[in-house]
């Protein structure tokens, strides 16, 4: 497993900490970071989460559950369990790696769906983020079913 450092130190121990030792924790934390994006882009099980969606009449490309993802990442050892997990897929958000597909909610151990970006230079490059598509009533109905699923997308 990952020993991370999410949420194990309290704001004391923080404020106490040398200029340099703050320096150091912020790498380690950033590496953490690095690697559980990697891991959710690389491995194939964690891209799997990864699909088009549907939500009332539009069509998400490639997203993912949050509950999901964060069931994962707990199962596959790489955070210690939920918490830290939503801590920091959170904070792989403020980077701008992991984005709500209607930008209108943090990470949330939750139904919503999240896009994932291989690095801030994707949205550079096309100037935007992946958008959702708006379908007709009729082509709605071919795409596949979330029956009984009801996502706050």
Not at 3 to 14: E, K, T
Not at 59 to 82: F, K, T, W
Request: with cysteine; proline share 4%; hydrophobic share 35%.
């Amino acid at each position: 497993t990952y020993g991370c450092i999410f949420n194990r130190y309290s704001a004391q121990s923080w404020c106490s900490w040398s200029p340099t030792e703050l320096q150091r924790k912020r790498r380690q934390e950033l590496v953490q970071l690095r690697e559980i994006h990697q891991y959710l882009l690389r491995n194939e099980e964690a891209r799997a989460l990864f699909a088009d969606r549907r939500y009332l009449l539009r069509l998400y490309r490639s997203c993912a559950v949050g509950s999901e993802v964060v069931q994962h990442l707990v199962s596959a050892g790489r955070v210690s369990g939920p918490g830290e997990a939503i801590v920091a897929l959170d904070k792989l958000r403020e980077l701008g790696l992991i984005k709500h597909v209607c930008e209108e909610h943090d990470f949330q151990n939750a139904y919503l769906f999240y896009y994932c970006l291989e690095d801030e230079a994707s949205v550079l490059e096309t100037g935007h983020w992946p958008r959702s598509v708006s379908h007709s009533p009729e082509e709605a109905a071919s795409l596949p079913s979330l029956a009984g699923e009801s996502p706050m997308a």
